[in-house]
């Protein structure tokens, strides 16, 4: 069985598991206070392009999401996401919990516009009953979005600008950054998003490393107390040298962004090869998670060889599925499931 379901399916990069083999022995400080933390966040620091920013590291991507947006909001504050964003459909209302409601907004593809931002905070902020409806605080979007689409820098830019003019806090999810970084349509930088983001994520765990999200902070205010907020939020791994020691390997020499390109060419081929096919796509993504629309008879025998992720209902004979190449996808596996592919749809036409 070749898994194509997620980019989160294998362990850790090669020289990640060498580098936490080597310093197994080592002693250090615990809760991220070691050398391998701080050399990481220098690193970061570095590829970000200015000293300014904090960097801070957890576990988990629901973990991250739910301490950043505790730790900027007050208790009659909320946060804007698209109705698609991870954080309003798949983190079990995770945000809630922490008594901020997620204000959702129809997304176009998965994104979300200045326009809309700026239209729904000008409506809270100038309605009669202002005081009576959550007041929207922060913004959140991902890049890549849930749907694998990508932010332009140009579209960054302007929802940077709505965002600031109305004194609400831009914070981006980047769980998949490193594939929206490296396809060949992105034209967005890590240091166009110290610039741009009040907070953002570089997401490890679905990017080569056993687990971990290095969360950057550009806002001074932000800043303040965030290990406060970690702690409080479960977010201080005692040993904490782990996930410095990952980010160290992979921003070592750029090989973050040199396994996200690896996972976004393959990415490119099943792409290049659906529309080769004629095959409908469910949406237009450039990143590493490429969805089709398939008859049912044909994901039910592309099955027994290859796992896929359902995404929903087309019609009564269709399903929209996704496929989702990693830093770890075998090219030779990319091969064997456009081949598959090509004969099961051959197959299918023939009745």
């Known amino acids: 069985m070749i898994w194509f ?24 400080p615990g809760y991220g206070e070691d050398v391998y ?21 957890l576990v988990g991507g629901t973990q991250t999401n739910t301490t950043v947006i505790a730790a900027a909001l007050r208790p009659y504050q909320g946060v804007i996401a698209a109705a698609s964003g991870h954080i309003n459909v798949h983190e079990s209302g995770a945000i809630e919990a922490t008594g901020h409601k ?59 600008r709505v965002c600031r003019q109305r004194e609400v806090w831009l914070y981006l999810d980047g769980a998949r950054l490193g594939y929206g970084l490296a396809c060949r349509e992105n034209d967005l930088t890590l240091p166009d998003l110290a610039q741009l983001c009040d907070v953002f994520y570089i997401g490890g765990t ?9 969360v950057v902070i550009g806002a001074e205010e932000l800043k303040k107390d965030f290990r406060y907020h970690m702690k409080q939020r479960g977010g201080r791994l005692a040993k904490g040298r782990l996930l410095g020691l990952q980010f160290g390997v992979l921003f070592e020499d750029d090989l973050y962004f040199k396994i996200s390109k690896h996972a976004a060419v393959l990415a490119e081929q099943i ?26 008879s044909v994901c039910k025998k592309l099955r027994e060889k290859f796992e896929y992720e359902y995404w929903q209902r087309m019609d009564e004979t269709h399903s929209a599925v996704r496929f989702c190449t990693s830093w770890a996808t075998r090219e030779e596996d990319v091969k064997a499931l456009i081949e598959e592919l090509k004969r099961l749809l051959a197959e299918e036409e023939r009745g």
């Open 5 to 28: 379901n997620s980019d989160y399916s294998e362990g850790a990069h090669p020289e990640v598991l060498q580098k936490l083999m080597e310093t197994n022995l080592v002693q250090t």
């Open 37 to 57: 933390c701080m050399q990481a966040a220098k690193l970061i620091q570095k590829a970000c392009g200015t000293e300014g920013v904090d960097v801070h590291f």
């Open 102 to 160: 997620v204000i959702s907004l129809p997304g176009k593809d998965g994104k979300l516009t200045a326009r809309q931002i700026a239209d729904y905070v000008d409506w809270q902020a100038n309605d009669e009953s202002v005081e009576h409806i959550v007041q929207p605080k922060m913004v959140y979007i991902s890049n890549p979005t849930e749907l694998g689409t990508l932010y332009s820098k140009e579209e960054l830019t302007e929802i940077s």
């Open 206 to 214: 679905k990017v080569g490393a056993l687990f971990g999200e290095a």
């Open 271 to 296: 792409k290049d090869a659906f529309v080769e096919m004629g095959l409908n796509r469910f949406i237009d993504s450039p990143t590493n998670q490429q969805f089709a629309v398939l008859p049912d």
